[in-house]
């Protein structure tokens, strides 16, 4: 429970308009340490000048009071010191609103909390917002932190990175907002991809009155199914020879998505190096393989059948599917796709690098046998990991009744190449919440789903991957405009725009116009 001093001062007034807030209604910066929270130790609030980079390439910040803060400090069953370690960022010119960012991987870093994101605009600090972030709970290894899931161990450390940290860490930002301004935040929002994506729809689910919208990226709504997947590509490619890297050649990639392109590229109307009517294309490998001797024009029998197999996804020995299938698109040439699956002459494969941690440390909890991501019985280990996890680690519900009832507002979007989380789970997912939520109308009216062609694990790939998402969110949240279209570009076509069309529809060339803008494109089936 708050102290009073904090609750009278969190009994405040709903901002009415936009007009920007001051802490003059509150305390300084610098007096934030001397508040009694229960459960929260506020250690440092420095007040930060405007025009502060975090790096050379960095935007220019305003000036804003950071603060660093821990929740849920104790030591856990293993030991160990644990807690909820975060930052909190508050801009002198406050446009009333608060956003979560989301963390990564299995956490243990609290990145920088200014809001910002590979496939985003203006960081929403620079907007004006007060920006949340955290470790979920652990520290990891510094040297290694996307190795490290010990933290598994201890249970409530565990539970913080499940689901738990998302609220804790929420209730001790917006309290030390109301005594920094002097009132409450007027709209709270979270953005996170991949297991950032994952908290958001936890969120949605178990939290559905912490905040008003919700953008999920990637989100690894069936983190113990993909767990599975990664093993099963592994092994798959593995199989082909001794050096997982070499199982698919760039050459032999890039072999693949141009016949993937040129089976399915013109399918919106329009040969534009995207595919952005996936779900009309349908391709078979098969069409690539060799007569007879392995060329650089072709593929052997074994890589057809491991990529096959890799692209229908993981099974048990009774043909049970046990994760998802993958669609075949332009980004598996992509440097994120070699880098999650096969890995590269600098580093091996994120998947190997990160399973162990993953399913041994954090799944299982540290409880023997180990599993091993080349040795994996997709009977015994798989029934396993999910009995052991599933239950606190999935966001799978499709029941968001109690946040579309608030009026909460949720987007998400995923990279069609993304070779972590299937975007056909995620597609999946969305028609289950229609049928949920009584059908395509009614679903429109809380959540949209948008899907990046080319684009690979949160970015990256040669897709479009970059759109305001943020803007999106707020005028449907603040206006009540729906984002039936919202317009993505990226590096990889300097120039270009599109539409992101929320799914079912998908763009469509209108035969005439500059194919290079968006305006020359429709939304429809």
Known sequence: ????????????????????????????????????????????????????????????????????????????????????????????????????????????????????????????????????????????????????GAFGSDPAALADYQYKSTQLVTDAAKAILAARYGEKPKRSYFRGCSNGGREGLMAVQRYPHYFDGVIAGAPAFHLTRAMVAEAWNTMQFAALGPDLKQALTDDDLKLVARAVLDKCDALDGVKDELISNPEACHFDPAVLQCAGEKKDTCLSAQQVTALKKVMAGPMDSRG??????????????????????????????????????????????????????????????????????????????????????????????????????????????????????????????????FLLPGVNHCGGGPGLDSFDSLTALEEWVEEGTAPNRVIVKGSAFPGRTRPLCSYPLVPHYNGWGNPENAASFACGK
Request: glycine share 12%; proline share 5%; net charge neutral.
């Open 1 to 148: 429970m708050l102290n009073t001093r904090i609750v009278l001062l969190g009994a405040v007034s709903v901002i009415s308009g936009m007009a920007q807030t001051s802490a003059a209604k509150g305390t300084t910066c610098e007096n934030l340490p001397k508040l009694s929270l229960s459960g929260t130790i506020i250690m440092s609030a420095e007040s930060v000048p405007a025009g502060t980079r975090l790096n050379e390439k960095g935007p220019a910040l305003p000036a804003h009071c950071l603060l660093r803060g821990e929740v849920n400090k104790h030591t856990g069953a293993d030991g160990k010191s644990y807690g909820d370690t975060f930052e909190l960022r508050m801009p002198s010119d406050w446009n009333g609103r608060l956003l979560f960012q989301g963390g990564g991987g299995l956490d243990g870093i609290v990145r920088p909390a200014i809001g910002e994101g590979g496939t985003y605009d203006r960081p929403a600090l620079v907007r004006g917002y007060a920006v949340v972030t955290t470790d979920g709970g652990h520290a990891a290894d510094p040297k290694a932190p996307m190795n490290d």
């Open 320 to 449: 049970k599917a046990l994760y998802s299938d993958w669609p075949y698109d332009s980004g598996i040439a992509g440097e994120g796709w070699r880098a999650w699956i096969l890995g590269s002459a600098k580093l091996p494969s994120i998947n190997t690098l990160i399973f162990p941690a993953a399913i041994n440390g954090m799944a299982l909890a540290g409880k023997p046998p180990a599993v091993d991501i080349f040795h994996f019985d997709f009977d015994r280990d798989s029934e396993r990991i999910n009995k052991a996890a599933a239950a606190n680690l999935n966001s799978d519900s499709m029941d968001l009744s109690a946040f579309r009832k608030r009026g909460g507002k949720l987007i998400l979007y995923t990279g069609m190449s993304d070779p972590v989380f299937s975007a056909n789970d995620l597609i999946r997912y969305y028609k289950d919440v229609m049928k949920a939520s009584g059908g395509e109308a009614a679903t429109y009216g809380y959540a949209r789903l």
